[in-house]
């Protein structure tokens, strides 16, 4: 009883202690939300096309694909309209939207895609950025315009067929069932896998790259490991997502791609934890985009910012831009709102508010890696809450190493090499971020920043952070950073700041529960590092300078 009464008065004292901080501190943030992008809507007629006229049974078992395209031919045909969906259990293959077609499925309507993988033709398509053969996707749309999937039901992905699963993932006796349903494990059985093809191809590196050498037959011989995406919409244009829940996709749940003037509102997408490359939304080279009133409780990221990989994704050279996110929660994720890592497009003039992220790895997340390139700026959050971030509140990291952002039990992992290298066209730059009016209650540190030492992570502001966690802040190769009223309260404070070669790094009103050690200061590189309205007092240990440090280049409350 006394530890149930010592962490109710515990978490009553952060709770209180962050709201008089932040009435206290809380200033106009340096930016503003008032000029946002505007998207285009959708508009539809009211002719109505119902499946079942069309042939279509939910009797759960008759395939249904022949059924649903026809009704959506038939209504782009007489220009537009609502091809509606009934309450009921509809197996069905891939599902093509064509211009001015509503999919719209009323309450208890379940599309549930096959599990019959010879219904996926093989299809060139895109994966994490690249030209890829894929299956067919159960949702897709090319070039079309004014287009819709709404209402209240269900679409199914059956990715359960598609998926392989980490061991550490699942319970004993989930790990137990899954084993003896068939498939094949791991070398090291800590991985299952549906197919032996699926296996192989896995060894392979890019074995679904479109390259010359390749045959049908190839790409059919590792046909299983090619998993589509739920719903891919390929350069189409206003478009609108509402009401619906997505949920079990084989690999990515929603990929808008090259698409402009999209709309996701009040939509539902699920997977189970540990689905592989299970991402909530993954908005590549987008343009003109507003997500609102959605939830997120998937494998990988929830909402996720992409712009192409490497050179592929400098050579089509779009952005994406113009993006609004808002009044939405993720839970599971390996990050709540996450930019990168293939955002070799670039990305730009993004604006994330009113969001919560309640159990995610990652609260913020902003990741690339050398050989990507691009230049992602112009980011603005405000008002977000996190609770139970199990890695960082906020991240920024250019040392992205396409593994999940927090180590399973027993895995091992050494830190990142750091070498100087040419600043080229395959440097990634990260700068011009904005965010401000953070609460986060518990994470395993508050903010990391981690920039290259041949290009600086560059122009970030943090205002009006009120975070609770393990440790405090680490910045490592950044230039013109500022921390404006933040209130830290940590477990592990030493140090409770970190910084490795910062360029003016600046610290205001900086207010903490206690630290063994407030700055430690590392590298021959660092410069400016200057604090305001810092007590200094409350730490037992001031400072520590090492690799060459030098003690000028920190100055507190000076």
Same mark, same amino acid.
């Not at 053969?133 to 067929?161: C, K, Y």
């Not at 609004?324 to 390996?334: D, E, L, P, Q, W």
């Not at 590392?522 to 037992?540: E, F, P, Q, V, W």
């Given at each position: 009883m006394r530890k149930i009464v010592s962490t109710i008065f515990?978490?009553?004292?952060?709770?209180?202690?962050?709201?008089?901080?932040?009435?206290?501190?809380k200033q106009k943030a340096p930016y503003s939300f008032s000029n946002l992008p505007v998207i285009a809507k959708t508009s539809f007629k009211a002719d109505t096309f119902n499946i079942i006229k069309y042939g279509a049974k939910n009797d759960g078992v008759t395939l249904n694909s022949k059924a649903i395209n026809d009704a959506i031919v038939a209504c782009n045909k007489k220009g537009?309209?609502?091809?509606?969906?009934? /309450?009921? !259990?509809w197996l069905t293959g891939p599902i093509e939207l064509k211009s001015n077609v509503n999919l719209h499925l009323q309450k208890n309507a379940i599309i549930q895609f096959t599990k019959d993988f010879n219904q996926y033709p093989l299809v060139a398509s895109n994966w994490e950025g690249l030209p890829q053969m894929r299956n067919q996707s159960p949702l897709w749309s090319t070039n079309q315009t004014n287009i819709a999937i709404t209402g209240f039901g269900i679409i199914d992905g059956a990715g359960e067929v598609w998926r392989m699963v980490k061991k550490d993932k699942l319970t004993e006796s989930q790990w137990s069932k899954l084993v003896a349903s068939g498939g094949v494990l791991s070398d090291d059985k800590k991985s299952w896998y549906p197919s032996e093809a699926f296996f192989k191809a896995s060894k392979m590196k890019n074995p679904? @790259?479109?390259?010359?050498?390749?045959?049908? @037959?190839? %790409?059919?011989s590792i046909k299983t490991f090619l998993?589509?995406?739920?719903?891919v919409f390929t350069s189409c244009k206003k478009i609108l997502l509402e009401g619906v829940t997505f949920q079990n996709s084989p690999a990515w749940n929603l990929h808008p791609l090259m698409c402009e003037d999209l709309t996701v509102r009040n939509v539902y997408v699920k997977n189970p934890w540990y689905a592989q490359n299970g991402d909530g939304i993954d908005l590549e080279s987008c343009k003109n985009v507003l997500i609102e009133g959605s939830t997120f409780d998937v494998g990988d990221d929830g909402i996720c910012i992409k712009s192409g990989r490497d050179a592929a994704g400098r050579k089509r050279?779009?952005?994406? @831009?113009?993006?609004? &996110?808002?009044?939405?929660?993720? %839970?599971?994720?390996?990050?709540?709102?996450?930019?990168?890592? @293939? !955002?070799?497009g670039g990305a730009k003039n993004i604006f994330v508010s009113d969001c919560s992220f309640i159990g995610t790895d990652i609260g913020l997340r902003f990741k690339t890696t050398r050989g990507r390139g691009g230049v992602v700026e112009k980011?603005?959050? /405000?008002?977000?809450? !996190?609770?139970?971030i199990v890695g960082e509140a906020i991240l920024f990291d250019m040392y992205y190493a396409a593994v999940d952002p927090v180590p399973l039990k027993g895995e091992k992992r050494d830190a990142p090499k750091v070498e100087l290298l040419p600043v080229t066209e395959e440097t990634p730059i990260f700068r011009d971020f904005h965010i401000t009016d953070v609460v986060c209650d518990g994470a395993s540190k508050a903010v990391f920043i981690r920039g290259l030492p041949e290009l600086s992570i560059s122009n970030i502001t943090l205002d009006n952070l009120n975070i609770k966690a393990d440790e405090g802040v680490d910045i490592q190769e950044a230039k013109n950073v500022s921390l404006n009223n933040v209130n830290l309260i940590v477990a592990n404070s030493n140090p409770l700041i970190n910084i490795q070669n910062g360029n003016t790094i600046n610290f205001k009103n &900086?207010?903490?529960?206690?630290?063994q050690l407030l700055f430690r200061i590392t590298g021959d590189r660092n410069s400016a590092i200057?604090?305001?309205?810092?007590?200094?007092?409350?730490?037992?240990s001031k400072t520590e300078f090492l690799a060459g440090a030098d003690e000028k280049t920190l100055q507190i409350n000076k």
């Amino acid at each position: 009883m006394r530890k149930i009464v010592s962490t109710i008065f515990t978490a009553t004292l952060f709770i209180s202690s962050l709201t008089a901080f932040a009435q206290s501190n809380k200033q106009k943030a340096p930016y503003s939300f008032s000029n946002l992008p505007v998207i285009a809507k959708t508009s539809f007629k009211a002719d109505t096309f119902n499946i079942i006229k069309y042939g279509a049974k939910n009797d759960g078992v008759t395939l249904n694909s022949k059924a649903i395209n026809d009704a959506i031919v038939a209504c782009n045909k007489k220009g537009g309209g609502v091809v509606l969906v009934p /309450k009921g !259990m509809w197996l069905t293959g891939p599902i093509e939207l064509k211009s001015n077609v509503n999919l719209h499925l009323q309450k208890n309507a379940i599309i549930q895609f096959t599990k019959d993988f010879n219904q996926y033709p093989l299809v060139a398509s895109n994966w994490e950025g690249l030209p890829q053969m894929r299956n067919q996707s159960p949702l897709w749309s090319t070039n079309q315009t004014n287009i819709a999937i709404t209402g209240f039901g269900i679409i199914d992905g059956a990715g359960e067929v598609w998926r392989m699963v980490k061991k550490d993932k699942l319970t004993e006796s989930q790990w137990s069932k899954l084993v003896a349903s068939g498939g094949v494990l791991s070398d090291d059985k800590k991985s299952w896998y549906p197919s032996e093809a699926f296996f192989k191809a896995s060894k392979m590196k890019n074995p679904g @790259e479109i390259t010359p050498d390749k045959t049908p @037959e190839f %790409y059919n011989s590792i046909k299983t490991f090619l998993r589509p995406n739920l719903l891919v919409f390929t350069s189409c244009k206003k478009i609108l997502l509402e009401g619906v829940t997505f949920q079990n996709s084989p690999a990515w749940n929603l990929h808008p791609l090259m698409c402009e003037d999209l709309t996701v509102r009040n939509v539902y997408v699920k997977n189970p934890w540990y689905a592989q490359n299970g991402d909530g939304i993954d908005l590549e080279s987008c343009k003109n985009v507003l997500i609102e009133g959605s939830t997120f409780d998937v494998g990988d990221d929830g909402i996720c910012i992409k712009s192409g990989r490497d050179a592929a994704g400098r050579k089509r050279g779009m952005p994406t @831009e113009n993006v609004i &996110i808002r009044n939405s929660t993720v %839970y599971h994720a390996h990050g709540g709102f996450v930019i990168g890592s @293939e !955002m070799s497009g670039g990305a730009k003039n993004i604006f994330v508010s009113d969001c919560s992220f309640i159990g995610t790895d990652i609260g913020l997340r902003f990741k690339t890696t050398r050989g990507r390139g691009g230049v992602v700026e112009k980011i603005f959050v /405000k008002n977000i809450n !996190m609770k139970d971030i199990v890695g960082e509140a906020i991240l920024f990291d250019m040392y992205y190493a396409a593994v999940d952002p927090v180590p399973l039990k027993g895995e091992k992992r050494d830190a990142p090499k750091v070498e100087l290298l040419p600043v080229t066209e395959e440097t990634p730059i990260f700068r011009d971020f904005h965010i401000t009016d953070v609460v986060c209650d518990g994470a395993s540190k508050a903010v990391f920043i981690r920039g290259l030492p041949e290009l600086s992570i560059s122009n970030i502001t943090l205002d009006n952070l009120n975070i609770k966690a393990d440790e405090g802040v680490d910045i490592q190769e950044a230039k013109n950073v500022s921390l404006n009223n933040v209130n830290l309260i940590v477990a592990n404070s030493n140090p409770l700041i970190n910084i490795q070669n910062g360029n003016t790094i600046n610290f205001k009103n &900086i207010n903490y529960n206690a630290a063994q050690l407030l700055f430690r200061i590392t590298g021959d590189r660092n410069s400016a590092i200057k604090t305001s309205g810092l007590d200094a007092t409350k730490a037992k240990s001031k400072t520590e300078f090492l690799a060459g440090a030098d003690e000028k280049t920190l100055q507190i409350n000076k």
